[in-house]
């Protein structure tokens, strides 16, 4: 049953991001739908889809903090992964069937010199189990339908990617690196390609996504059996994801001039024009947009602090 927000209760006021810990076995959009139903929250998006299989972070922003999803889509993404060699599968993971295979097991050497090759700007071609959309639907969707389609290769950034362990001839632990749209699954993939042995990705994990940390997430069964209250004290300011942007406060007098979207000269005289920028009171965001000759004109405005006073 979905809880019905009353118009006093706290948690319409509740902006920020919750850090989720994903269960193998969901979607992203499941577990959005298990957090709208469990407090009432209409407005919930999140940051950096999870596919059904994989595990780990899944950034959700409440409320108005929806509104700075934009500023992580584009973050560093740190995955770890068992690379399986010796077979490659439809899926490009464990979860599919196999298509190819061989008895070739490279040395541990030739395995980091081929994945360290990667590192950098790559064309990456997805794999089919992904969530990018295709006419509205999601890829993996469609491949479990049995649908036909086409997907296009893309421009990725992969920062590092390490050998962590060789766990036995078959098996690698490694962590990678990137930035918006890589995938793990194409990365055992052509490494395994490359290797001459084939190779697919198994027990994916998402270790960080932008400013957040597996470290400081919460599983999706323990929220579940939260209190509302517990909940809420798990909630991450709306401004986590803004701190690394030039920001510039302003004072009470002109709170609700930049909320009523007008432009603000900045008295503290900014070294240079930016073309992203945010203003706060205290430690309040009221609103983003770009600084120009000394002028922050504002693009979105927050409705938080009005709530908060």
């Known amino acids: 049953m979905i809880r019905r927000l009353k ?24 577990v959005v739908s298990t957090i709208k139903k469990k407090t009432g929250i209409r407005k919930i998006g999140h940051a950096g889809t999870l596919d059904p299989d994989a595990t780990g972070i899944l950034a959700l922003a409440l409320g108005e903090a929806t509104k700075t999803v934009r500023f992580i889509g584009d973050a560093l993404k740190t ?9 490659a599968t439809d899926t490009d993971d464990s979860s599919g069937k196999t298509i190819k295979k061989s008895s070739l097991r490279p040395e541990t050497q030739s395995i980091i010199e081929v994945l360290k090759s990667f590192e950098g700007h790559i064309s990456q071609m997805p794999p089919k189990l992904s969530a990018i959309k295709i ?36 098996e690698i632990i490694i962590e990678f690196t990137c930035g918006k749209g890589g995938y793990v699954r194409s990365i055992a993939r052509d490494a395994g390609k490359l290797l001459g042995c084939y190779g697919h990705a198994h027990n994916i994990q998402r270790l960080t996504c932008g400013p957040f940390n597996i470290k400081n997430s919460i599983g999706l069964d323990q929220l579940e059996m939260m209190t509302l209250l517990e909940l809420q004290k798990q909630v991450l300011p ?44 205290e430690n309040v965001p009221l609103a983003f947009g770009k600084v120009k000759d000394k002028i922050f004109f504002p693009s979105r405005v927050f409705n938080i602090f009005k709530t908060q006073s």
């Open 7 to 30: 118009k006093n209760d706290p948690l319409n006021d509740l902006h920020g991001w919750l850090i989720v810990n994903k269960p193998s076995g969901i979607g992203s959009t499941k």
């Open 79 to 87: 995955y770890r992964f068992v690379m399986r060699l010796g077979a």
């Open 135 to 170: 006419n509205g639907t999601r890829a993996y969707k469609l491949f479990y339908e049995g649908s036909q389609f086409e997907l296009s290769a893309r421009k990725v950034f992969v920062k590092d990617i390490h050998v962590l362990e060789r766990k036995n001839k078959n």
């Open 238 to 281: 709306t401004e986590t994801v803004l701190k690394e942007l030039p920001n510039f406060h302003c004072e009470a007098k002109d709170i609700d001039k930049i909320l009523n979207g007008a432009t603000y000269k900045i008295e503290e005289i900014p070294s240079q024009d930016y073309d992203l920028a945010w203003i706060r009171f």
